[in-house]
């Protein structure tokens, strides 16, 4: 099948972001990502940005509009984590996980209103995480900012739900990814007992429900959580 729709992948150098560029790549949709280090995979346009910066991404959004045309497909979800316990917890690692995580959302997805609006159709979809509704020790950060997603989707859907545009949220669980490999090899192995699928995800299968979520099948679903957890979350 082949697509003339345009996808923007924030983060697609690596990681979920690059399966989730690699997947609509393979489905034929025309692909551009954005990324402070590194290259998409082969197939897209990368476009330097960070999300924490609103030129950099705007310029980078221009780019990528000049080269391919308007964007119908964004995917937010470039972010980072800086896990520690709340008393040890910083403003600057309060701020910084927020801003990037949940404030680069707010910056790729005003700057792409615009042209959905224009074209009438338009697809958001924010890439929070299981924790987000679940809570994580040591994570109060980042939990924040990936709940706050949920929020941020379903203002949206009410917004601009009447003008074919969906916005959704994806929330992995334990994907194999440099993020994840972070951790020590104890609490991966205690991470594991609680997952009923007793395994760690792949960024392949977040990708097969971000693209579904970006195709027509999907049209009258928005304001969702989609889990993609292998269980962990159940009715989180
Ligand atoms: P990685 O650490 O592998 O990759 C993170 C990506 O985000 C990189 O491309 C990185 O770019 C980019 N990024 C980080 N900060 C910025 C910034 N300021 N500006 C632009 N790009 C930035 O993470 P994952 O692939 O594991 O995670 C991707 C998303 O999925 C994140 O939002 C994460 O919270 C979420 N997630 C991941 C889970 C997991 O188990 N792995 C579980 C649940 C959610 P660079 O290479 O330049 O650093």
Known sequence: MSHERVVLVTGGNRGIGRAIAERFVSEGYTVAV???SGEGPEG??????????ATSLDAAYTEVEQQ???????VANAGITKDTLLLRMTEEDFDSV???NLGGAFRVVKRAAK????AKWGRVILIS???????SAGQIN??????????FARSLTRELGSRGITANVVAPGFIETDMTAALPEDTQAEYKKNIPAARFGAADEVAAAVVWLASDDAAYISGAVIPVDGGLGMGH
Do not use: E
């Open 44 to 53: 897209t346009l990368t476009v330097r940005a960070d999300v924490t910066d």
């Open 115 to 118: 042209g959905m609006l224009r």
């Open 68 to 74: 391919l045309g308007p964007v119908g497909v964004v």
């Open 129 to 135: 995480s299981v924790v987000g509704l679940y809570g």
């Open 142 to 151: 980042y939990s924040s900012s990936k709940s706050a997603l949920v929020g």
């Open 98 to 100: 927020v801003s990037t």
């Open 34 to 36: 954005t990324a402070r």
